[in-house]
Structure formats: structure tokens, C-alpha cells
T-cell receptor, first 116, second 117 residues
Framework: NAGVMQNPRHLVRRRGQEARLRCSPM?????VYWYRQLPEEGLKFMVY????????ESGMPKERFSAEFPKEGPSILRIQQVVRGDSAAYFC??????????????FGQGTRLTVV | AQSVTQLDSHVSVSEGTPVLLRCNYSSSYSPSLFWYVQHPNKGLQLLLK??????LVKGINGFEAEFKKSETSFHLTKPSAHMSDAAEYFC???????????????FGQGTILTVHP
């Protein structure tokens, strides 16, 4: 049973370009979460999705960032017109049910975005 | 509201000596607490979790943590450090069970553990 798969592992974009980060949850998991880790900081919640639905996007920046989890295929985190401040590690996690209480989150290896 | 504070940003130990990584939490509810480890350029791996069944929790790789409600602490320990333990460790609390919030894990700032030969 493969774990949470994220690709690419490393992504370099020039300022103003678009970045697309992909996440395939563990088999049987229909709940996906995206977190961002800035240098010297812990992970910060961005968005929670189920298939074809955004459940909670309260951690997403208001502009340039969007996320989706289509019926088929991986979840996508999309950052338009990237700026240097978007440089960070982006982690995806999945769980079999909604993540609260003792439910464990399973994390991918992350995508490290560098904006030059 | 919930919060987690890791009291040390860096801890350095010698191989074979005990490890103590400190975590204090604040929660209005009975919390579920986790410790995750992140090796360089890797994802996060669950070490152990507290879910109110027992206050002393044993995890993988010889790690354990004790939940102390009176001290609002959940410190991570290991009797004897190994070189492979060098990594960053995160104390995490999840939204309370039965509430309306899902997935908003609250992370501590992380503690980088260095192990010297």
C-alpha cells in the first residue's frame, strides 16, 4: 500500500510563473489536507478537501492560491504568479475519515518550491 | 483555541545519552497529542500519539512520551540516543473529536535534534 505521493519533489519557478503541486492520497483515503512549511517554522494548515469539494480553505491566501481534488486523479495545489515569499515546502496529508481527535494524518514527502 | 509550544528549538546530545524534547500544550478540550519526526528532505512520520487511554505512550524506535495534565505537558523521551535519531521533531495537537473543525492540525515550532558521536 503506497503512502501519500507528492510530485514533483522539487520545483523551481521564476517570479510570475505558475506552480502546480500534485498529491495522491493513500489508497482508501478520501480526505486530503495541504500544509505549508516556511523556513524555521512549523507546518501551517492551508486547505481541507474531499472528492470534488473544498471543505475548509481558511488557511489559503486570498489571492493566487487554489486547490482542487477531482473525482478522478490527484489533488492539485495551484499557485499563480508566484512570488519569492511562496518559496516553502508544501506537504499533503490524507486520512480515512475527517481528521480530528485520535485520527492520524499520513503525510507525503513534500514538494519544495523555490521561486527565483 | 489550541496551541502547542516546543520549548527548545535545538537539542544536542551525545550518542548513547538520554533525549528529552519538551512540549507544552494549551487546549480547552481533552487533547489528542502527537509527536511526528521529519528527517531531512523527507515527509513527516508518526512517532506516537496520546488519546487518553494511557498517560505513558510508547512509540516507534524506542521513543515514549508522558501526558501530564497538571503540567499541560507531553514531553518526548528516549533512554539512549542513536545517530539515526538526528531529525526535526514536531509536537502536534488535532482538533477535538466531535467538533466542527477537521484537519487543522496545530504544530509546534519544531525541535532539531543533533546527535554527536
Amino acid at each position: 500500500n503506497a503512502g501519500v505521493m507528492q510530485n514533483p519533489r522539487h520545483l523551481v519557478r521564476r517570479r510570475g510563473q505558475e506552480a502546480r503541486l500534485r498529491c495522491s492520497p493513500m489508497k482508501g483515503h478520501s480526505h486530503v489536507y495541504w500544509y505549508r512549511q516556511l523556513p524555521e517554522e512549523g507546518l501551517k494548515f492551508m486547505v481541507y478537501l474531499q472528492k470534488e469539494n473544498i471543505i475548509d480553505e481558511s488557511g489559503m491566501p486570498k489571492e493566487r492560491f487554489s486547490a482542487e481534488f477531482p473525482k478522478e486523479g490527484p489533488s492539485i495545489l495551484r499557485i499563480q504568479q508566484v512570488v519569492r515569499g511562496d518559496s516553502a515546502a508544501y506537504f499533503c496529508a490524507s486520512s480515512p475519515i475527517g481528521l480530528q481527535g485520535p485520527t492520524e494524518a499520513f503525510f507525503g514527502q513534500g514538494t519544495r518550491l523555490t521561486v527565483v | 483555541a489550541q496551541s502547542v509550544t516546543q520549548l527548545d528549538s535545538h537539542v544536542s546530545v551525545s550518542e548513547g545519552t538520554p533525549v528529552l524534547l519538551r512540549c507544552n500544550y494549551s487546549s480547552s478540550y481533552s487533547p489528542s497529542l502527537f509527536w511526528y519526526v521529519q528527517h531531512p528532505n523527507k515527509g513527516l512520520q508518526l512517532l506516537l500519539k496520546y488519546t487518553s487511554a494511557a498517560t505513558l505512550v510508547k512509540g516507534i524506535n524506542g521513543f515514549e512520551a508522558e501526558f501530564k495534565k497538571s503540567e499541560t505537558s507531553f514531553h518526548l523521551t528516549k533512554p539512549s540516543a542513536h545517530m539515526s535519531d538526528a531529525a526535526e521533531y514536531f509536537c502536534v495537537v488535532t482538533p477535538p473529536a466531535g467538533g466542527t473543525s477537521y484537519g487543522k492540525l496545530t504544530f509546534g515550532q519544531g525541535t532539531i535534534l543533533t546527535v554527536h558521536p
